[in-house]
């Protein structure tokens, strides 16, 4: 069992940035890939980025690609999103998810065994 837990959600103006954490108890996140998904009110759960632990390797939506840096830290066993030049359109609950094994980027929600609470990120234009 994985416990994940969001953090580093807020209220920002356009063009600013932040850095959400994801921070996983009960498991090393070594045998797994981590993902960010946010949801907008009215709208489904959409992939942001996500990694394959053991490689490092990344994927991102063509929407936050060139804004947004997925990384790991393996002593914290926790993820990190950075995200720079937010835009109102990022505006959502962010959630992170985790899957046993390895993604190619393209999984939908339904892939992902576990889930974090969610984190609220606001952009006001």
């Known amino acids: 069992q994985v416990q994940l837990v969001e953090s580093g959600g807020g209220l920002v103006q356009a063009g600013d940035s932040l850095r959400l954490s994801c921070a996983a108890t009960g498991r090393t996140l070594s045998n797994y890939a981590i993902a960010w998904f946010r949801q907008a009110p009215g709208k489904e759960r959409e992939f942001v980025a996500a990694i394959n632990w053991t490689r490092g390797r990344t994927y991102y939506a063509d929407s936050v690609k060139g804004r947004f840096t997925i990384s790991r830290d393996g002593a914290k066993n926790t993820v990190y999103v950075q995200m720079n030049s937010l835009k109102p359109e990022d505006t959502a609950v962010y959630y992170c998810?985790?899957?046993?094994?390895?993604?190619?980027?393209?999984?939908?929600?339904?892939?992902?065994?576990?889930w974090g609470q969610g984190t609220q990120v606001t952009v006001s234009s």
């Open positions: 998810a985790a899957s046993y094994g390895v993604v190619s980027g393209t999984e939908g929600a339904i892939e992902y065994d576990y």
